[in-house]
């Protein structure tokens, strides 16, 4: 046999193989979309799932995400909570419709009375923040509490860096996004340090020797490593996921003013100073207009939740979550 037909035939077989490999791992990365419940609304479908038993928790997730990245706050509901999480238009199996913050919140009312639930925690987790706020400020008689853990709540800036990076591209791709994510995913894998300081390099505004402090924090712990994995896993694939993040940017970058003149509740606020992507104006914010609020600064940056801070996060909101009176 030729030596060039011989290339070719394992040129074949490895575009092939790798087919294969892409499109099963793409199948199961999908799983996301065959977990929760599906419900219809007056203004849609809206993809939601809900666990555990307790005093609710109405986790609004960051993006790209979906009823997936729940998998923040899991430890809780074995606490005593239940978990209440919905994937936002253009996200998992919620349709994409263009509905602006307050008609996601009445479409959240809307799902709180079919599912029975009078009054919930409203917790904003970065792009999720908006929602939180104008849940709590919108609908106060629904409202136990809030939590606000690096959530947008003011005008929202792009970091200057963050269009020609590597992960901007990944999520704003069109035609190779999943295959780059899965390629993200072998990276990963293989050369997780260099990966995770690529990430927290655009994310933070730490020095080059606090970031490469904070890579190894991270890169040197099973449980922290873990949560980088889950995070990348409610990220991809793309596809089933574009639609909402392209909305939330547009949303995001369009913020003016979110009202918070209603919120009388107790509030925890959990935000880093060093954080290049929810910058510390948003804390700022919610500072000077809130009533009743507890503030946790933490280090680290928009990755804080895994910082060296990780634990005294966890254990604040469980304090701040006991000391609601949920009657």
């Known amino acids: 046999m030729e030596p060039l037909l011989i290339v070719l035939i394992v040129i074949i077989i490895t575009i092939i193989l790798i ?4 499109l099963k791992w793409k199948k199961s990365a999908s799983r996301a979309m065959d977990d929760g419940v599906v419900m219809e609304t007056a203004m849609g479908k809206i993809h939601y799932k809900l666990t555990g038993e307790g005093p609710v928790l109405f986790f609004m997730h960051g993006g790209p995400g979906g009823i997936d990245q729940g998998f923040f706050l899991n430890d809780l509901v074995e606490e005593g909570y239940s978990l209440l999480v919905v994937s936002r238009p253009g996200y998992l199996r919620t349709p994409f419709v263009p509905l602006s913050y307050e008609k996601q919140v009445d479409q959240y009312v809307e799902l709180l009375d079919k599912l029975a639930i009078e009054k919930v925690v409203a917790m ?3 792009a999720g ?4 706020l104008n849940f709590a400020n919108k609908y106060p008689n629904r409202t136990h509490a809030l939590v606000m853990e690096a959530g947008v709540s003011t005008i929202y800036e792009i970091s200057s860096e963050a269009p020609d990076s590597f992960w901007m591209k990944l999520f704003t791709s069109d035609k190779i996004q999943d295959f780059l994510s899965w390629i993200t995913v072998i990276i990963v894998k293989m050369a997780f340090k260099m990966t ?19 890579t190894n924090l991270v890169s040197n712990d099973k449980k922290r490593r873990s949560w980088v994995r889950k995070l990348l896993d409610t990220s991809f694939p793309m596809s089933i996921r574009k639609l909402g993040l392209n909305h939330d940017i547009e949303l995001l970058t369009s913020i003016e003013k979110i009202p918070v003149d209603n919120i009388n509740v107790k509030s925890l606020l959990v935000y880093s100073r060093e954080d290049n992507d929810v910058k510390w ?10 009533k009743n609020f507890e503030l946790l600064t933490t280090h680290g940056g928009h990755f804080m939740w895994i910082g060296e801070d990780m634990e005294k996060i966890k254990s604040r909101r469980i304090e701040f979550l006991k000391s609601i009176n949920y009657e």
């Open 19 to 22: 087919r294969i490999v892409y």
């Open 124 to 126: 904003g987790y970065s």
């Open 129 to 132: 923040g908006p929602l939180a």
């Open 196 to 214: 995770f300081k690529s990430i927290i390099t655009l994310e933070t505004l730490l020095n080059k020797k606090e970031i490469k402090k904070f």
């Open 281 to 290: 104006l948003n804390a700022e914010y919610l500072e000077t207009n809130l």
